[in-house]
T-cell receptor, first 115, second 111 residues
Framework: SQTIHQWPATLVQPVGSPLSLECTVE??????LYWYRQAAGRGLQLLFYSVGIGQISSEVPQNLSASRPQDRQFILSSKKLLLSDSGFYLC??????????????FGSGTRLTVV | TQLLEQSPQFLSIQEGENLTVYCNSSSVFSSLQWYRQEPGEGPVLLVTVVTGGEVKKLKRLTFQFGDARKDSSLHITAAQPGDTGLYLCAGASGTASKLTFGTGTRLQVTL
């Protein structure tokens, strides 16, 4: 069965520090991978998505970047965090053929607080 | 930019009551999904609707996709405390597997 792992679960970082959040998927190959950010109790904003190794699409201009060094690994990074980067970050995957039946499968999220 | 507006934003009801959540957009979507999210966790898919006018039922939950595929509704009959959570609609268009999420509806069901 497919599983998705996201870590860390919580993170408190000072302004100006770097960031690296990692997401890995098991049990599937060539998944579509996504990074979303969620404001408290609200909808999800798509930050990046990737359809293959080294292929990254950015949805909104921001202080963050993403990379996909391996087929089932997706990394969200920042060189210098801003206060506005605080939020709940969610990684998700899906396979095109299973999309209608299974939608996105989300990780358990990372709560990032920039202080 | 495609926007999906959900209403109401917050809903607090007692066990046994019925409720409807709405998801509206000016954009057409090829399909629409509904998710439920618990605090501190990722959203979990409830249903996908694909055809305009489609109605799907999952036990006490009824989902409808608008004829023009721009809007959707979620109706819960006889709500239970276990229904408490954040409900999110999400529309797919263009690249088949890229979703635009709605603004969310937080539901609280009390005894």
């Amino acid at each position: 069965s497919q599983t998705i792992h996201q870590w860390p679960a919580t993170l408190v970082q000072p302004v100006g520090s770097p960031l690296s959040l990692e997401c890995t998927v098991e049990g599937t190959s060539n998944p579509n991978l996504y990074w979303y950010r969620q404001a408290a109790g609200r909808g999800l904003q798509l930050l990046f998505y990737s359809v293959g190794i080294g292929q990254i699409s950015s949805e909104v201009p921001q202080n963050l970047s993403a990379s996909r060094p391996q087929d089932r690994q997706f990394i969200l990074s920042s060189k210098k965090l801003l206060l506005s980067d605080s939020g709940f970050y969610l990684c998700a995957w899906n396979g095109d053929l299973a999309f209608a039946n299974y939608g996105y499968t989300f990780g358990s999220g990372t709560r990032l607080t920039v202080v | 930019t495609q926007l999906l507006e959900q209403s109401p934003q917050f809903l607090s009801i007692q066990e046994g009551e019925n409720l409807t959540v709405y998801c509206n957009s000016s954009s057409v979507f090829s399909s629409l999904q509904w998710y439920r999210q618990e605090p501190g966790e990722g959203p979990v898919l409830l249903v996908t609707v694909v055809t305009g006018g489609e109605v799907k039922k999952l036990k006490r939950l009824t989902f409808q996709f608008g004829d023009a595929r721009k809007d959707s509704s979620l109706h819960i009959t006889a709500a239970q405390p276990g229904d408490t959570g954040l409900y999110l609609c999400a529309g797919a268009s263009g690249t088949a597997s890229k979703l635009t999420f709605g603004t969310g509806t937080r539901l609280q069901v009390t005894l």
